[in-house]
């Protein structure tokens, strides 16, 4: 999975690369979280596919949306309104890092 840094026009911040050809997303829903289903065991290592990279590599996929993935590790991390606000600066402060 490739999360990112990306720096644009002064600003850092995190941003999703498809795993495939590294086309760097400019918002979540543009990546899809894929796997195919046939790793042993519990953990799967799912690609971030691209739109394009997904259809074109034929593979019948499991796949599941990017956001949905996110809102779900976030809400596994019992975020409290507090934490949510300093996380919201901590991010500011990244983004304004050149
Ligand atoms: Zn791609």
Redesign the pocket.
Known sequence: MSLILFKENGHTGPRLQ?D????IAKEPWDITLCWDGGEPGPVIHPLM??D??DQKSGVQWYTQETGVALIYLMNSLHMTEKDIQAARKSAELLASME
């Open positions: 498809c495939k050809y590294g086309l596919l691209c394009d990279c």
